[in-house]
C-alpha cells in the first residue's frame, strides 16, 4: 500500500506543518471541503495522479491465498502508477467474473484477500457497525434538491480492509519493536471497552424488537451484536438500533499508552493511511522513519499532548460536519413545508420525542407539552412517552405519521406536527443543533457516540 509522503514536505517546526497541526483535520461539509493543508498540497504534489511521479511512504505486505502476512517492508519510496479508478469502476469488474477490463483479474485477487481479512476480523471479536450515510443532490447555487442514501459495496469495503490491514500492522511493528522496559513512543488509535450498565441497557431495549444481545464476554457481546446488524438490515428500526448501538460504545481517540481497539478487535492500532486529511497520520509517518532510522523513543508527554489535541480536533470536525448535515436537511425540508412524511421516533426525552423521517433521514421534534390529546411524561427505562389517561404509548422505534408545519433556517429548526388518529395533532419546535446522543431515552444515554 504506497500512502502520500506528506511528512516530506509538511516539516516541524514551518508555519505550514502549525497550521495543520492546528486544524488537525480536514472537515467535510455538504458541497465543500475544508482542508487541513493547502490545495496545491493535497490536489496536486501529494494526490497519487497515475503516470506521474509521486513521494509516497510504502507499506508493503507478502501475504498468502488465505490472508494472512508473512513478510511486511516499510519504507519512503517513489511510485509510478498506470491507473486509477473511482469505486463505481471497481465495483461494475467485481460483480461481473468475466470482465476483461484493466487489472480486472488483480482486482479480484484483492477482493477476496479483502474477504479473508474481514472474516478474520469478525472471528477474532470485531463489530461489524454499517451505519446510515446521508448525502445531498445540490443545484448549481448549492442548495439541496434531493436527499439519498450513500450504499456501500465491495468497491468501499476493499479498500477500507487494506487501509485496516496498514494500520493495524504498522501499530504491531512499533508496539513490538522496542522492549517491555523502554517501549517506543507512538500515537495510536485507541478504543476503550464499552460500559457496562450502558450497554446492558442497550441489551434490554433491543429485546423489546424481538433481538437478544448478550453482555456476558466480549466474544459474546460482538457475536451477537453482528448478528444484531445482520437481523435488522432493512427494517424499520435498523437506523435506530444501530445508532443506539454506537452510541453503547466508547468513543476512540488517539493516545500514546499502547491499548486495544475494542471494536475492531484490534491488540494495535494505528492510523497511518490518510495523511492529506489528518494529522495524526503525519505523527506516525515521522515516527515510523524515525525508529525505522534506528532512533531513540521520543518524549512521551509531549506527544500525548498532541494526541488531546487530536481527539480534541477530530471531535470538533465530526459536530461541524453533523450541524451542516442538519441545516441542509432544514433547507431541504424548506420546500415541504405542510407534507406528510411517515418517520421512525429516533429519540424520546423529557421535553419530547424526535422523528427521523425514513423517506429523506430528516429530524425534526415534538413536544410533549404540545401533544394535547393526553399529557405524557417520559418513561427512561422503557424508551418511551405515555400518556396519563389514556395510557397510549409512543416508544423509541415507532412508526409514527408526521407533517412538517415549519422550518427556521436561521436556527436550524424543524417543526413537525403529530398526526394522530382522529384526535389533536401536536407540534413543536425542534433543533437539529441537539447534542449527540439527545435522541437517547435517558440523560445516561447522552454522549455516546463510536469511530473507528
Not at 125 to 145: M, Q, R, S, Y
Not at 225 to 232: E, G, S
Not at 318 to 326: G, L, S, V
Not at 346 to 368: A, D, F, P, Q
Request: hydrophobic residues 35%; aromatic residues 10%; proline residues 3%.
Amino acid at each position: 500500500m504506497h500512502i502520500a509522503d506528506v511528512s516530506h514536505y509538511v516539516q516541524p517546526g514551518t508555519a505550514l506543518d502549525a497550521e495543520a497541526f492546528e486544524r488537525g483535520t480536514s472537515v467535510y461539509l455538504v458541497g465543500k471541503v475544508i482542508p487541513m493543508l493547502p490545495e496545491k498540497l493535497s490536489n496536486e504534489l501529494c494526490s497519487l495522479r497515475p503516470h506521474e511521479d509521486k513521494l509516497t511512504f510504502s507499506a508493503v505486505f507478502e501475504m498468502d491465498s488465505e490472508g494472512h502476512v508473512h513478510d511486511q517492508w516499510y519504507g519512503r519510496t517513489v511510485i509510478h502508477s498506470d491507473r486509477r479508478f473511482t469505486y463505481e469502476e471497481v465495483w461494475e469488474i467485481l460483480q461481473d467474473e468475466n470482465s476483461k477490463g484493466d487489472y480486472a483479474e488483480e482486482l479480484r485477487i484483492l477482493n477476496g484477500l479483502a474477504y479473508k481479512l474481514r472474516d478474520a476480523r469478525f472471528r477474532d471479536g470485531a463489530i461489524n457497525f454499517e451505519t446510515t450515510e446521508v448525502k445531498f443532490k445540490l443545484d448549481e447555487d448549492g442548495k439541496p434538491i434531493g436527499v439519498y442514501v450513500k450504499e456501500r459495496n465491495d468497491a468501499h469495503k476493499l479498500v477500507e480492509d487494506f487501509m485496516l490491514l496498514a494500520n493495524r500492522k504498522v501499530a504491531e511493528f512499533i508496539a513490538t519493536k522496542g522492549s517491555k522496559r523502554n517501549s517506543l513512543t507512538f500515537v495510536y488509535r485507541v478504543h476503550d471497552t464499552p460500559n457496562e450498565e450502558v450497554l446492558n441497557d442497550f441489551a434490554k431495549f433491543a429485546s423489546r424488537f424481538g433481538y437478544k444481545v448478550q453482555t456476558k464476554n466480549h466474544k459474546e457481546i460482538s457475536r451477537s451484536l453482528n448478528q444484531l446488524m445482520t437481523d435488522v438490515e432493512g427494517k424499520k428500526e435498523q437506523n435506530v438500533l444501530t445508532q443506539l448501538a454506537i452510541r453503547s460504545m466508547a468513543k476512540a481517540i488517539y493516545s500514546t499508552k499502547k491499548t486495544s481497539h475494542y471494536g475492531l478487535a484490534f491488540d494495535f492500532y494505528t492510523h497511518f493511511t490518510s495523511p492529506i486529511r489528518r494529522y495524526p497520520d503525519v505523527m506516525v509517518h515521522r515516527l515510523l522513519q524515525h525508529y525505522l532510522d534506528h532512533g531513540k523513543s521520543v518524549d512521551q508527554e509531549a506527544y500525548e499532548k498532541m494526541c488531546l489535541h487530536a481527539s480534541q480536533m477530530e471531535k470538533r470536525a465530526a459536530d461541524a460536519e453533523r450541524m451542516f448535515i442538519k441545516y441542509k436537511q432544514a433547507e431541504y425540508l424548506q420546500d415541504n413545508v405542510g407534507q406528510e412524511f411517515t418517520g421512525i421516533i429516533s429519540g424520546v426525552t423529557e421535553w419530547g420525542i424526535y422523528v427521523e423521517i425514513i423517506e429523506n433521514k430528516c429530524e425534526g421534534m415534538v413536544r410533549l407539552r404540545d401533544i394535547d390529546d393526553d399529557f405524557y411524561v417520559l418513561d427512561p427505562v422503557n424508551y418511551c412517552i405515555i400518556g396519563q389517561r389514556k395510557k397510549r404509548k409512543y416508544q423509541l422505534g415507532d412508526e409514527v405519521k408526521i407533517r412538517v408545519r415549519k422550518v427556521d433556517l436561521s436556527k436550524k429548526q424543524i417543526d413537525f406536527q403529530l398526526i394522530t388518529d382522529g384526535g389533536p395533532s401536536a407540534y413543536a419546535s425542534a433543533s437539529p443543533a441537539r447534542k449527540p446522543g439527545t435522541g437517547g431515552a435517558s440523560k445516561r444515554s447522552q454522549s455516546r457516540r463510536k469511530k473507528k
